[in-house]
């Protein structure tokens, strides 16, 4: 009996190692607040308006996050992040992402909502995000969208996307970052319905980004590709609202020591149905630069243009008359940033948005000065 039990004893701690119990759970967010204020001009009257100074939340989450030892190089990772309004009483206010994944060493792939704040990253919006931000991109002064349609900012990609698969790895000291995303996650027999618009079960958009980032020295160049694939949708002409078919775009960043440059460069194409005037492209530039004046303060300035070909079809009863014929958007900002810690930061800025009308030259400028208080835990 005895020697049962010690062989018992030794197929465990044997068995031990296999299935490895070591799991790290953390709770972390952010709160972050704005005092801002926003004006705009029109050069054709009716769009003057002043504000006054307003406590705005400035993407505030709280999320928890975990790993878990699973052995043989492999873990387990986890994470949910909400939304949280911190400028009143609304508390949470939706989910920012959740996923599930597994980590090796043949890289990270995970499964879920996600944006460019999990594991696996949102490959086209991290990588343009290299042009820089005083606020990590939340907030009035925030330099790239997380549309691909939206105006507050000129520079504009994809970042939270549901029902999606990431993946990321490192090869020969690239970075590479992979995404693909369905719009729809329900399989069931109302997707087969032929009759009913919107619901055939091909009638779904499936995107797939890559991005390709590589760091040498001083020097950290990219590029990205990402391809929006509306099956019936664009083959019927039923869908009008998403513009973007594919979209390239190239990066690069220079550490001169005193200053850092960064650059963008890119190019959407778009569905036929979007074309404005035989427009079947928009092009997106952008410029930056940091320069430290302290070991933890500094300048960021940042001047980005770009076309917005696909906004000239408007359908309904009241088209917005800023987007007949497309517009050109342009975006330019200068900002001071001080940092208390490495969690703590607080800044100063002013932002333009200026939006011009391609067919009439009706111009509108958006003017944001905003104060900011960021502390990350």
Do not use: C, W
């Not at 391809?227 to 190239?250: F, K």
């Not at 302290?294 to 009863?317: C, H, K, P, Q, W």
């Not at 987007?323 to 969690?343: C, H, L, M, N, P």
């Amino acid at each position: 009996m005895n020697k049962k039990l010690v062989a018992a004893a030794l197929g465990l701690a044997f068995a031990a190692p296999v299935f490895a119990d070591s799991s790290n759970v953390t709770l972390y967010g952010r709160i972050h607040q704005t005092l801002d204020h926003q004006s705009t001009s029109a050069n054709q009257g009716g769009g003057d308006q002043g504000g006054n100074f307003v406590v705005e939340d400035a993407s505030s989450r709280l999320g928890v996050r975990g790993v878990e030892d699973l052995g043989g190089g492999l873990s387990a990772i986890f994470a949910y992040e909400f939304a949280v309004s911190t400028d009143d009483t609304a508390g949470f206010t939706g989910a920012r992402h959740a996923y599930l994944g597994l980590k090796g060493a043949y890289g990270t792939a995970v499964i879920g909502s996600q944006d460019g704040g999990n594991d696996s990253q949102a490959p086209l919006y991290n990588q343009a995000s290299l042009v820089g931000s005083v606020s990590n991109n939340g907030g009035p002064l925030t330099t790239v969208g997380s549309t691909t349609t939206g105006l507050g900012q000129a520079i504009t990609r994809e970042q939270r996307v549901s029902n999606s698969i990431g993946y990321t790895t490192t090869i020969a000291g690239v970075q590479i970052n992979a995404r693909h995303a369905l719009s729809g996650g329900v399989n069931d027999a109302a997707n087969n319905d032929l009759a009913a618009v919107g619901d055939e079960k091909e009638n779904d958009t499936r995107s797939t980004e890559i991005a390709a980032t590589y760091k040498i020295g001083a020097l950290t160049i990219g590029g990205g590709y990402q391809n929006i694939d509306a099956q019936q949708r664009t083959q019927n002409g039923l869908n009008l609202t998403n513009n973007v078919e594919s979209v390239i775009q190239g990066v690069a960043s220079y550490n001169f020591g005193s200053f850092t440059v960064s650059g963008l460069i890119a190019q959407k194409d778009l569905f036929r149905a979007n074309q404005v005037n035989g427009e079947d492209s928009n092009t997106e530039y952008a410029l930056s630069a940091t320069m430290p004046l302290t070991g933890n303060s500094g300048i960021f300035g940042m001047y980005a243009d770009a076309e917005r070909n696909d906004l000239g079809l408007t359908t309904g009863a009241n088209p917005d008359p800023v987007a007949v014929g497309g517009e050109d958007v342009s975006q330019v900002q200068i900002a001071y940033y001080y940092d208390f810690s490495k969690r703590t930061r607080t800044y100063v800025g002013f932002n333009r948005l200026t939006r011009e009308e391609k067919a009439t030259g009706f111009e509108e400028d958006q003017d944001n000065f905003t104060i900011g208080l960021r502390h990350n835990f």
